[in-house]
């Protein structure tokens, strides 16, 4: 059975590989979004390797093997199921529910999980609107994502829907909430930018400027 420590990485390189549309993640970017030093990941790295499930070469970066690839999705599947169960059934908000599962995506059975899968109608994607891979067998497949574009890049006049939230710490997501931002909200862009690195959009009757940057890691639909 693979170690907590090992799913956290093999996670970790599928989400910033996945993400940034490259073939491997770098010592940096692994160090960053884990909370530890470089040195540490590289010994871990070779660890993967020598277990078969990821492949890491000095100076390029790590790739995860077909076998590293299943286990990443295996735990993605795992993360988004809780997520979802801890919101739809305990009432719990989305800004609650990453850490929680985050501790229990270890602990709980494939079967639990599928039970959990059946429970909820078999959902597409997770309250923060990521995708939740398929379970099929032996195997794990990820679902077809519409086609997104980050809030940022969307001129004047158009219409959007919410889709997914890319950040998704919970200071940022209460923010969300607050701004009646929730996923689903549909809006239009008023204005981008608007000076000093903003943009203005409008929900309903209610127009509201919003930092590009933020605008970056909200993906939406154009209505």
């Avoid at 305990?90 to 639990?112: G, N, P």
């Avoid at 574009?149 to 923010?175: E, M, T």
Wanted: charged share 25%; proline share 5%; glycine share 8%.
């Amino acid at each position: 059975m693979p170690s907590l420590t090992v799913e956290n990485y093999v996670k970790t390189i599928y989400q910033i590989t996945t993400a940034q549309a490259v073939e491997a993640a770098t010592t940096g970017q692994l160090a960053t979004a884990l909370g530890v030093s470089p040195g540490t990941v590289t010994s871990m790295l070779k660890t993967l390797d020598a277990a078969r499930l990821a492949s890491h070469r000095p100076y390029e970066g790590v790739a995860l093997t077909p076998a590293g690839r299943v286990l990443a999705l295996r735990m993605l599947r795992r993360h988004r199921l809780l997520e979802l169960f801890l919101l739809r059934t305990l009432d719990m908000t989305w800004d609650e529910v990453h850490d929680e599962a985050e501790h229990m995506e270890h602990a709980v059975s494939d079967l639990l999980v599928d039970r959990i899968d059946a429970y909820l109608g078999h959902p597409d994607v997770d309250p923060h609107g990521d995708p939740i891979p398929r379970g099929d067998g032996e195997t794990l497949e990820a679902p077809a994502e519409p086609a997104m574009r980050s809030l940022a890049d969307c001129s004047a006049g158009s219409k959007f829907r919410l889709a997914r939230v890319l950040d998704q710490s919970p200071g940022f997501l209460r923010y969300l909430t607050d701004a009646g931002l929730a996923l689903g909200t549909t809006g239009e862009v008023e204005k981008n930018p608007d000076g000093a690195g903003l943009m203005r959009i409008r929900i309903g009757d209610r127009a509201m400027s919003l930092a590009l940057e933020a605008a970056g890691t909200l993906l939406v639909i154009e209505a």
